[in-house]
């Protein structure tokens, strides 16, 4: 029973234009959300976050947002680079603050 | 500044061998976290750690133990090794800040175990 889901196990998108990452839970009682992107042979590392009370997060060319009502939460990324290829995983914090992580995007970026 | 440090970084074990996998951070922090990434899935936590001489289970514990005697380090050690522990696994620490679940993570070791 997976309560993060990231239905899309890959994305090809050419550069400049905008990717978007999906991610999909079925728990309420999740109150942080964070992306992390990993390359190959590397560790996961943290992109960027949303809590709860906000809908929308921006930090440069990365956008989270987040419907609370349908528990989805999606990672914008404007303008895609050849450098963000990579596997994107969504992560989810409850209350007893451990993460629940989803199966991964794979995103390519064509030149 | 070094961050979260994994070693090794590729091991192959026979059915039944044990092993120690080694984390080490030097951000002082007192949260750590032993993860598992099998192909196509997410991080399962494994076992976890909120300081030292505290460690618990997480959502897969059966086959490891773990300790902590320092801030520091925080090993992973599999006992009777299987083909089913066949994994890449990640060490990663975080602050005890609230509301901060932000977590570094070690570079990871992928181990077979045949």
């Known amino acids: 029973d997976q309560q993060v889901k990231q239905n899309s196990p890959s994305l090809s998108v050419q550069e400049g234009r905008i990717s978007i990452l999906n991610c999909d839970y079925t728990?309420?009682?999740?109150?942080?959300f964070l992306w992390y992107k990993k390359y190959p042979a590397e560790g996961p590392t943290f992109l960027i976050s949303?809590?709860?009370?906000?809908d929308k997060n921006e930090d440069g060319r990365f956008t989270v947002f987040l419907n609370k009502s349908a528990k989805h939460l999606s990672l914008h990324i404007v303008p895609s680079q050849p450098g963000d290829s990579a596997v994107y995983f969504c992560?989810?914090?409850?209350?007893?603050?451990?993460?629940?992580f989803g199966s991964g995007t794979q995103l390519t970026v064509l030149p | 500044n070094a961050g979260v440090t994994q070693t090794p970084k590729f091991r192959i074990l026979k059915i039944g061998q044990s092993m120690t996998l080694q984390c080490a951070q030097d951000?002082?922090?007192?949260?750590m976290y032993w993860y598992r990434q099998d192909p196509g899935m997410g991080l399962k936590l494994i076992y976890y750690?909120?300081?030292?001489?505290?460690?618990d289970k997480g959502e897969v514990p059966n086959g490891y133990n773990v300790s902590r005697s320092t801030t520091e380090d925080f090993p992973l050690r599999l006992e009777l090794a299987a083909p089913s522990q066949t994994s890449v696994y990640f060490c990663?620490?975080?602050?005890?800040?609230?509301?901060?679940?932000?977590?570094?993570f070690g570079s990871g070791t992928q181990l077979s175990v045949l």
């Open positions: 990663a620490s975080r602050t005890t800040t609230a509301s901060n679940e932000k977590l570094f």
């Open positions: 728990n309420s009682m999740f109150d942080y």
């Open positions: 949303i809590s709860s009370i906000k």
């Open positions: 992560a989810l914090a409850g209350s007893a603050r451990q993460l629940t």
């Open positions: 951000m002082n922090h007192n949260y």
């Open positions: 750690s909120v300081g030292a001489g505290i460690t």
